[in-house]
């Protein structure tokens, strides 16, 4: 059995970890010295010794480590592993049965009771992210456990543990047999290219799913549509696929555009009759806005920070001035879809950035809907940051 470290727990925080709070956050130790190797696992105490829960010392970002178990006789073996991921699968039957969805998430850390570990499905491959160095010490009980729980063609890995999660770059590949890339994967029948095996990024991000449908389904049809930040135009397919006239998609990276080329053409739409734009979303909407063009829909999906050669942009600061400058780039009656995956502010504080985008153009407008986390990205209500997803539709009223 393996030595278990003990934590000594804040008494102010106890009661949280006994309600089932998953993450041992820095503040909430009381004696942070014991904390030697990340991958040791750490029994829970408060000041009276007494038994709180069991869990790993791993540092991820503010974490210290997740919490797996509040029961004093389980033991962090494989066998926890295992039935945390088999019951994982149960709850992903309708995703294994859904023909026209083979790419979906399979288990999604702590919202599936084993934080700092991610698994996706793509057409019976898989790819496990190791959220820290801690957890990943429990690799060879995790693909055990994998293997023993799913029928998989190949596995890949993504190690984001460097300093505050930073992809770390080499041969993802780990067991099974390799996939031939681009693997082609359907979402509510559309079709993504992936490349499991080429950074940190496979193509596509599978938490957007019922938003792309809903674009598709029931927003694109005879709009125009821009598409900012726009990665591999996943967006723009979805559009483009619900009868949009013209999508426009506008992406700093130069990768975007043979990736955005590629996700229209394995859908059999004709790039060319789209527009693919490389370059800085705020260089571009001044070149927009000099030009008048407008659009009858805009989608915003920037990431939580970037810096570009030009501009930086934080989401926590900056996204009420993305709103604003986008309001000026929507027709009347026009829609704008928002959203972030920012963890550092929540539904109400994004509401208000939306409020205030539109007081500083002067302009009214209405919530038509909102979206978070799909369910295959389970969360639990004891930890409400990992539900870190908010999508906004916002229609902009005439005059
Ligand atoms: N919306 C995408 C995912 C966005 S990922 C989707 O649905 O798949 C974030 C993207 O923003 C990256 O592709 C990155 O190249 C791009 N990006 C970051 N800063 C940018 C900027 N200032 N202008 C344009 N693109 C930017």
Redesign the pocket.
């Known amino acids: 059995m393996n030595k278990e470290i003990q934590v000594m727990i804040k008494s102010k925080f106890v009661k949280k970890f006994k309600q089932g709070y998953p993450l041992l956050f820095q503040d909430s130790i009381a004696n942070p010295h014991v904390l030697q190797k990340e991958g040791e696992v750490i029994r829970l105490i408060d000041e009276q010794r007494n038994f709180i829960g069991k869990g790993y010392f791993g540092k991820q970002n503010k974490g210290f480590g997740w919490v797996l178990t509040t029961n004093e006789n389980e033991q962090l073996d494989q066998a926890l592993f295992e039935r945390k991921l088999s019951l994982a699968v149960k709850k992903r039957k309708k995703f294994f049965d859904d023909k026209d969805t083979t790419a979906f998430r399979l288990f999604n850390g702590e919202g599936d009771g084993i934080g700092g570990l991610t698994i996706d499905h793509f057409e019976g491959y898989y790819v496990i992210t190791w959220y820290s160095e801690g957890i990943y010490k429990f690799k060879e009980e995790i693909l055990k456990s994998v293997s023993n729980v799913v029928d998989y063609k190949g596995i890949y890995q993504k190690k984001r543990f460097a300093g505050k999660g930073q992809y770390i770059e080499e041969d993802d590949f780990v067991m099974g047999e390799q996939a031939e890339f681009p693997l082609i994967v359907k979402e509510n029948g559309i079709k993504f290219a992936t490349y499991l095996n080429d950074g940190a990024?496979v193509g596509?991000?599978l938490d957007?799913r019922e938003v792309r449908k809903r674009i598709r389904d029931y927003y694109a049809n005879g709009k125009s549509v821009l598409?900012?930040?726009?990665?591999?135009g996943?967006?723009s397919v979805a559009a483009a696929l619900g009868g949009a006239t013209k999508t426009t998609s506008?992406?700093?990276?130069k990768r975007?555009l043979s990736k955005t080329i590629e996700q229209f053409s394995v859908n059999e739409i004709d790039y060319e009759s789209q527009q693919i734009i490389v370059?800085?979303?705020?260089q571009y909407y001044k070149y927009a806005g000099k030009k008048h063009h407008k659009f009858d829909m805009v989608?915003l999906?920037?990431?939580s920070f970037?810096r570009?050669k030009k501009?930086t942009?934080s989401a926590a600061k900056d996204y009420p001035k993305l709103l604003a400058q986008s309001i000026d780039l929507t027709n009347d009656n026009g829609v704008i879809v928002a959203?972030t995956n920012c963890s550092a502010f929540d539904m109400k504080k994004f509401k208000a950035f939306i409020q205030q985008a539109f007081k500083s153009r002067n302009k009214k407008y209405s919530i038509l809907e909102e979206y978070s986390l799909p369910e295959d990205f389970r969360t639990i209500p004891q930890y409400k940051e990992g539900d870190y997803l908010k999508v906004v539709f916002i229609k902009v009223q005439k005059g």
């Open positions: 990024m596509v991000f957007q598409n900012t930040f726009s990665y591999t996943a967006f506008v992406d700093v990276a975007s370059e800085d979303v705020f989608i999906d920037p990431p970037a570009t501009t942009f959203s």
